[in-house]
């Protein structure tokens, strides 16, 4: 793949060390030309090294580290977010400040320096929808209906959706190449913390139900677990977002959903595949209980939720021919592996495993 001049072009991930920004980094490295570099305060994640690649250890918010990002590339990939629901409404002033404060100064300057700024931004963005009216989300059409203030939960959503309006109004009067992408529950190896090992506080569902498998606990269903959330896995997101770089005429200007409609699932069918992978793989000698929690339990107070989640992909296969092609039931080993691996090793009682 080469850059728009038909030359190898440099292109720069914001939060390569990352979930999303490591498994993007490292397919950049091996399946196309681009020099790469990647920002993050962390590179743990990060499991290829090339000439072709160079890591800057900083944050995005210490002084110079985006001007020098706009300046030395001609593409930039923002993947940075604080991007786990049990934030939202514990540390919302944090929330907004890395999800638009932080990355307003990438958006004027990208845009001053008429450089391609893929964004990723997020899903949550369409904001609640009820299980009644669950028409797939559309770039085009759908509604974004936000809870009340005093629901901290929607902090995200709403700094997210003014930084895609900023980027928007950007593009329309200003001349800025973008491209936005919104990614629908992402899951796969090297994804959230285990609490009490690498973090603390509250992972995504994934890492949740992990840490309950690994430490022999109950998974915890939030109300009941009824929710739905339809799971894409990360090569088949990472393959799309290569295919957008790949097409920057197709692209620019455009706002993108990326997400597998087709592995739609409530989160206690979700639990329920988990923890017949695990069983059938590992064989503790353990009866798993699924224990329905509050929101406000789980949570705290100001949490609030979205029953249904279904990307409508409509726009993304047609302008790209993109699809995605990997179920549940074949991503869910890899990914329960790549957990056991990492951390059963730390938790008494898998030794020898
Ligand atoms: C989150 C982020 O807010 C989005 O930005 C992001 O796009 C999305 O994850 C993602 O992974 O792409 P959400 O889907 O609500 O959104 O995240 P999870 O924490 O994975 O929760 C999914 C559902 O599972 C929620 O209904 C939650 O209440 C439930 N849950 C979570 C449980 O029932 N048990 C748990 O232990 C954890």
Redesign the pocket.
């Known amino acids: 793949m080469s850059g728009n001049s038909g030359q190898p072009s440099r292109i720069c991930v914001l939060g390569g060390g990352g979930f999303l920004g490591s498994h993007l980094v490292e397919e950049l490295i091996e399946k196309t030309a681009f020099e790469v570099e990647a920002v993050d305060t962390t590179f743990e994640k990060l499991a290829v090294s090339s000439k072709r690649l160079r890591v800057t250890q900083a944050s995005i918010e210490d002084p110079g580290v985006i001007d020098s990002a706009v300046m030395a590339n001609d593409i930039l990939i923002s993947t940075t977010a604080l991007?786990?629901?049990a934030l939202y409404n514990s540390q919302p002033i944090d929330v907004i400040n890395a999800n638009y404060t932080h990355l307003v100064p990438l958006v004027e300057l990208c845009s001053k320096q008429s450089r391609w700024l893929i964004h990723y931004s997020?899903?949550?963005v369409y904001g609640k929808m009820s299980a009644a009216d669950s028409a797939a989300m559309n770039e085009a059409n759908s509604p974004m209906i936000l809870g009340p203030v005093n629901k901290e939960r929607w902090t995200?959503a709403c700094a997210k959706q003014l930084l895609e309006r900023l980027i928007w109004a950007y593009g329309k009067h200003a001349g800025l190449a973008f491209t936005i992408i919104r990614?629908?529950?992402?899951i796969g190896p090297r994804m959230d913390f285990i609490p009490g090992i690498d973090g603390e506080g509250v992972p995504?569902?994934?890492a949740?139900?992990m840490k309950a498998l690994l430490k022999r606990e109950p998974l915890?269903?939030?109300e009941g677990?009824g929710?739905r959330?339809a799971f894409i896995y990360v090569k088949d997101f990472t393959q799309a977002v290569l295919e957008i770089i790949g097409n920057p005429g197709r692209c620019q200007g455009e706002i993108l959903n990326i997400g597998n409609p087709a592995n739609d699932v409530t989160?206690s069918e979700l639990a329920e595949k988990m923890v017949k992978v695990f069983q059938t793989r590992y064989k503790p000698q353990h009866e798993y209980r699924l224990q329905s929690v509050t929101?406000e339990e789980f949570y705290g107070p100001g949490y609030d939720?979205s029953e249904v989640?279904i990307p409508d992909i409509e726009k993304i296969s047609k302008l790209l021919k993109w699809q995605p092609v990997t179920t549940l039931d074949q991503m869910l080993p890899t990914v329960i592996e790549d957990y056991f691996t990492r951390y059963a090793s730390d938790i008494s009682g898998w030794g020898g495993q």
């Open positions: 991007c786990n629901p997020t899903c949550e995200y990614p629908f529950n992402v995504r569902v994934l949740c139900f915890q269903l939030v677990g929710n959330r989160i929101a939720d989640r």
